[in-house]
T-cell receptor, first 114, second 116 residues
Framework: DGGITQSPKYLFRKEGQNVTLSCEQN?????MYWYRQDPGQGLRLIYY???????QKGDIAEGYSVSREKKESFPLTVTSAQKNPTAFYLC?????????????FGPGTRLTVT | GESVGLHLPTLSVQEGDNSIINCAYS??????FIWYKQESGKGPQFIID?????DKRQGQRVTVLLNKTVKHLSLQIAATQPGDSAVYFC???????????????FGKGTHLIIQP
């Protein structure tokens, strides 16, 4: 089955630690995205990548980092510099290119930092 | 579970009735619009999309209407069912923005509750 997987579903970390969230897709999509969702809020874009070895900052990139070494994978690292890291993190992918197409979302990772 | 529904606008409808969820988008340059459904603790699921060269598009039990003059988007769900209970988000994007497939801009969402 084609789709996007995120792991783990729940993640707990101590303040001051970096943590990496996994996102893998087997849809052969060029574009991948990371969003953050807080309670009662819409999704906010953290980073996106249109092609392997290239990525762009979104609206709230501070305190986060990404890599795109493979087409299938787009891991997100939440660094200790992120002031409010506790949130629901969603990864998505789309066909890519200049036209806009629907984004397919993974099941999300709920990160709790204490 | 996910507390996405807290503090969101809420629409409560009777099972079997039609629902209309509204969205005001912000960027007059946006030309691609999409509706997502998100159930508690899950990722958003695509419902329907529309490009700015259209003002109406229909899917199975759903219709999206686009009014570019007042920057308004609506999602109509016919004959609502208990499984339609979720948070619904609209999102916008500018096609051919020179940067390729950049991210969507999401609204805050509306919590749809289906009463039996």
């Amino acid at each position: 089955d084609g789709g996007i997987t995120q792991s783990p579903k729940y993640l707990f970390r101590k303040e001051g630690q970096n943590v990496t969230l996994s996102c893998e897709q087997n849809l052969n999509h060029d574009a991948m995205y990371w969003y953050r969702q807080d309670p009662g809020q819409g999704l906010r874009l953290i980073y996106y990548s249109q092609i392997v070895n290239d990525f762009q900052k979104g609206d709230i990139a501070e305190g986060y980092s990404v890599s795109r070494e493979k087409k299938e994978s787009f891991p997100l690292t939440v660094t200790s510099a992120q002031k409010n890291p506790t949130a629901f993190y969603l990864c998505a992918s789309s066909i890519g290119g200049y036209a806009s197409y629907e984004q397919y979302f993974g099941p999300g990772t709920r990160l709790t930092v204490t | 579970g996910e507390s996405v529904g807290l503090h969101l606008p809420t629409l409560s409808v009777q099972e079997g009735d039609n629902s209309i969820i509204n969205c005001a988008y912000s960027n007059s340059a946006s030309d691609y619009f999409i509706w997502y459904k998100q159930e508690s603790g899950k990722g958003p699921q695509f419902i329907i999309d529309i490009r700015s060269n259209m003002d109406k598009r229909q899917g199975q039990r759903v219709t999206v209407l686009l009014n570019k003059t007042v920057k308004h988007l609506s999602l109509q769900i016919a004959a609502t069912q208990p499984g339609d209970s979720a948070v619904y988000f609209c999102a916008e994007n500018i096609e051919y923005s020179g940067g390729g497939a950049d991210g969507l801009t999401f609204g805050k969402g509306t919590h749809l509750i289906i009463q039996p």
